[in-house]
C-alpha cells in the first residue's frame, strides 16, 4: 500500500468524530480525494469506516439511555431506503465529484460555524412533526447514499436549531442515523463494486478507524480544544470539495 500515511489520517479523523458521535464519511472522503483515490473505492471506503467507527459510539449511547427511538425513528424510516436508491444510481465520474463536492463545501461550512448548542435546561420540541422529520431523514440519507457519508454532518446542525432535543440525544440521534444509512449503502453499493477495489488497503484504513473511534468513544478529545479541531477539520474538507470541483465542473 502506497501513502501509508493515510493510514494515521483515518485513524486520528475517526478518534476525533467519535468523541461526539459521528463517523467522518466527509473527512475520509476528503483525503481520498486529495490522494486520488477511485472513485467508487472511496464510497465504499467511507460508508464501511462509518460504520466501523459509529457502531461503537451507537452501543454506547443506548447503554446510556440516550436513544429517544419515537423521534429518530420517523427519522431513519425514509432515510434508510433514501440511503439505498442514493447508492444504487450508476453515476459517471464527473457527476458524482460534481455532488461529491458541493457536499464537501457544505459540510466544510457547518463544521466551520460555531453553532449555539441547545442546553439541558432549555425548552426543547417534544412533540415531532413525523412528516418534517421523514422528509428531512429522507433528503440527507438519499445524499448520504449517493456521495458515500452518513450524513450525520448535516442532520444534527439541523436537528439542533430546530431544537430537536438535548445535545446528548442528538448526537445519539446522529451516530444511529450514520450507522443505518452507511449499512444501507454499502448493501445498494455491492452490486456497482468494480474490479478497481483494493479490498486490502479496505481492510488496512478500517483497522485504522476501528482503533481510533474506539478510542474517541471512549476517552473524547478533552486534551483538546474542540473548534480548532473542527475547524482545521472544515479547512482540509473545504480545500478537497474545491480541488473536486475545479477538476471535475469543467467550468474553471
Known sequence: MQHWEIVGIFLLIAFVYASVGFGGG???????????FQFQEMKFTALLCNIIVVMGSTIIFIRNLQMD????LPLVAASVPMAFIGALLKLNEDTFFIALGCSLIIAAALLWLKNRRLTNNEAIDHSPNKLRDGL???GIGF????VGIGGGIFLAPILNLMKW???KKIAATASFFILVNSLSGIVGQISTLTDYVNFTRVGI???AVFIGGQLGSRIGVVK???LVVRRV???VVFVAGVEVLIKHSHLF
Open 26 to 36: 466527509s473527512s475520509y472522503l476528503a483525503i481520498l480525494t486529495l490522494y486520488g
Open 69 to 72: 427511538w419515537k423521534k429518530i
Open 136 to 138: 428531512i431523514g429522507g
Open 143 to 146: 445524499l448520504s447514499g449517493m
Open 165 to 167: 432535543d438535548t445535545p
Open 205 to 207: 484504513l478500517c483497522a
Open 224 to 226: 483538546f480544544n474542540q
Open 233 to 235: 477539520t472544515a479547512v
